[in-house]
């Protein structure tokens, strides 16, 4: 396809001019078109035909940039200094579907019989653009993850990394305000929203904050809840628009998130937050789904670490704990032992009491143990028939902390209802209860040990091991009130305490 050139400008020009390989558009010292060759049609979608006599501003030259234009075309008329001739600049330029495309665009004067024109050679570089624009991509992506990564590796927890992570995000892109979530461990379907904001600004994110605080994110509900649904990065140009989003009117109308992600699995969302309406920025989405699955491996790495510290410690501190008590326990059975056959029987007994405590609290991950299962533990050892004990409650779970200290009582109690008390005649009975203290809370619980059919009870006269333990030993452990009492009829233990908050 061919274009005519205007009769004033040089007749060398015009056959080179229409067989370049750039778009070549001719205006005259008005603005309007005077030459539009064949790639200009290929390029910019008018024919020669529709450009020529055009005014070139409201062809081709976006809306942003035509008073730019006019002016210097006006100067250039009056004789000023050039802005842009004969210099390649790149500006973005109108095609006539209305797109806007980049173009390298350098501008020469001609002189002419008539008037000067003004040619312009322009080059569409959307695809340089492009690959450009994706190593761009691939650059900030690269520096994300190695400052994450590196970030990561140096926090000394979780937190820490994710709180670096926030940090790193905000200031590559410049948005002002990062928080995190964390995805329940055991719970696929719940959202843990975290102390932990960053924010560029000291203060910033203080009203949105307060108003996360206040909500609970279900999914599909705001936007975490809905990243958590897909498992996909979102965006929201204007939070003001979007009726899923629960937090409007704090500060923020621009709002983005993306989940980390391990094995197919959400463990955290990060999200960010900008004072001004964001369009959509399809490259910085592209970056943070290949963030999130990569970082998401190095978060479930640290999380792991974290649990195998939590993990070590606690194991430390249990060993120490269960020493103490068996050192304790040996030197109150063998201080007052007559005989060391007797004593090394009961000390062997109450060992295998502990025992059965610490399996209950390693099925329970150390936390806590229901109370049925450690009073049927202590009683296992005991020896005495399942007939013989009437056992009752509702479920009651006790912490780890709680839970040898009863199964020693326990039992205690077993022992000695076996050598003097109710279990020591065919007849004897012991019942077993425990329950809330009352309807309106079920944090704390009482248990009861009832004795009764056995030989008439006098109250001791002097306290042995067993007595101690429970009295004094138990009552510390639990932070509650432990009552021996002696009536006739069969021996009362009674306490109270916390149940565990699971």
């Not at 940090?167 to 948005?175: D, E, N, P, R």
């Not at 989405?285 to 998401?296: D, I, K, M, N």
Request: net charge negative; with cysteine.
């Amino acid at each position: 396809m061919s274009a005519s050139f205007p009769p004033d400008l040089h007749p060398a020009l015009s056959p080179i001019l229409d067989t370049v390989l750039d778009a070549v558009i001719v205006i005259g010292q008005d603005g309007r078109i005077t030459a539009w060759n064949g790639v200009a049609e290929q390029t910019f979608g008018w024919s020669a035909k529709e450009a020529l006599g055009q005014m070139l501003a409201e062809v081709l030259i976006p809306l942003q940039h035509r008073a730019a234009h006019e002016r210097g075309l006006r100067r250039l008329n009056e004789g000023g200094d050039p802005h842009v001739l004969n210099r390649r600049i790149e500006i973005t330029a109108l095609c006539k579907d209305g797109r806007e495309i980049p173009v390298e665009l350098s501008i020469t004067r001609a002189s002419g019989p008539l008037q000067d024109s003004f040619i312009g050679f322009l080059r569409d570089i959307s695809e340089r653009r492009g690959v450009e624009d994706r190593l761009k991509r691939q650059a900030v992506e690269t520096r994300m993850m190695f400052e994450i990564a590196a970030m990561a590796a140096e926090a000394n927890s979780l937190d820490d990394a994710l709180e670096r992570a926030l940090t790193a995000i905000c200031t590559i892109t410049g948005w002002p305000v990062g928080h995190a979530f964390l995805a329940s461990e055991t719970d696929d379907e719940t959202l843990i929203s975290t102390s932990i904001w960053v924010e560029l600004n000291e203060g910033a994110g203080a009203r949105i904050r307060s108003a996360t605080e206040q909500m609970d994110f279900a999914p599909g509900v705001g936007l975490p809840g809905r990243i958590l649904q897909s498992g996909e990065p979102l965006w929201i140009s204007d939070t003001d628009d979007d009726d899923n989003f629960v937090r409007k009117g704090n500060g923020y109308r621009g709002a983005f998130g993306f989940p980390l992600r391990h094995e197919g699995k959400t463990i955290a969302i990060l999200e960010f937050f900008s004072v001004d309406v964001a369009p959509p920025n399809a490259d910085l989405l592209l970056t943070v789904r290949a963030l999130g699955e990569q970082v998401g491996r190095v978060f479930e790495r640290k999380r792991t670490q974290d649990r195998q510290v939590l993990l070590i410690s606690e194991l430390s501190h249990r060993v120490k704990n269960i020493l103490a008590v068996v050192q304790a326990v040996a030197h109150q059975t063998f201080y007052q032992a007559d005989h060391v056959g007797t004593a090394y029987a009961s000390f062997t007994s109450r060992l295998q009491a502990l025992a059965k405590a610490q399996d209950l609290l390693v099925a329970g991950d150390w936390r806590s143990a229901p109370l049925k299962s450690i009073i049927d533990a202590a009683l296992t050892g005991c020896g005495g028939a399942d007939e013989r004990f009437k056992i009752s409650g509702p479920d009651v779970e006790i912490s780890a902390s709680s839970a040898v200290s009863i199964t020693l009582a326990v039992h205690e109690l077993c022992t000695n209802a076996f050598k003097y008390g109710a279990l020591s005649i065919e007849a004897g009975r012991v019942e077993i209860s425990w329950g809330l203290e009352s309807a309106e809370s079920d944090q704390r619980y009482f248990f009861e040990w009832r004795e009764s059919g056995g030989p008439p009870v006098r109250a001791p006269t002097h306290k042995g091991f067993g007595t101690s333990l429970i009295e004094r030993g138990l009552a510390r452990e639990l932070g509650g009130q432990v009552r021996l009492s002696y009536p006739p009829e069969g021996l009362i233990c009674r306490f109270t305490a916390e149940a565990a908050v699971t």
